[in-house]
């Protein structure tokens, strides 16, 4: 008889964000969930995934830590060297595929960010946020611009 391992499925860090669709904003969702060191996801609503190994999971940290303090960009070299990587550039350490850049993007050359607000403009990112929470409103204020 085989031997069959089961893992708990881990709970998602879960971001929000929003997409321009047809003129209107559209809430966007997109989920990490990490299993231990060595393997993660990240996933969309519409179901695309990308894997992560270790380095690309410290990436993916980073970015995320930097949602959570509204900070709209990180500067590349610097975001890699605090991965913990040699390399200088973001693409070659996702060079095994082109869709890594549906949930990454480079809105400024050298600058990069998780793909939360797709085909949104300036003026849509500096808007302040309403959401609900606890079936109260809450005002989320624009994001900090943070330049290196």
């Known amino acids: 008889m085989p031997v069959v391992y089961r893992t708990k499925e881990p709970e998602p860090i879960i971001l929000e964000g929003y997409s321009r669709i047809d003129g209107?904003?559209?809430v966007v969702h997109m989920f990490f969930v990490k299993y231990d060191f060595n393997l993660g996801y990240l996933i969309k609503d519409s179901g695309e995934r990308l894997r992560l190994t270790p380095l690309r999971m410290k990436?993916?940290?980073l970015l995320i830590k930097a949602v959570r303090n509204d900070v709209p960009y990180m500067f590349g070299p610097h975001l890699?060297?605090?991965a913990g990587s040699k390399q200088r550039k973001l693409s070659r350490l996702f060079y095994d595929g082109p869709e890594w850049r549906?949930?990454?993007t480079m809105p400024i050359i050298g600058y990069y960010r998780l793909n939360l607000y797709e085909g949104t403009i300036y003026g849509d990112y500096?808007?302040?946020r309403v959401i609900k929470r606890n079936g109260l409103k809450v005002i989320i204020p624009p994001p900090k611009i943070f330049i290196k």
């Open 24 to 26: 209107k904003l559209k």
């Open 59 to 61: 990436v993916v940290e």
């Open 80 to 82: 890699m060297e605090s």
């Open 102 to 104: 549906q949930f990454i």
């Open 126 to 128: 500096l808007r302040p």
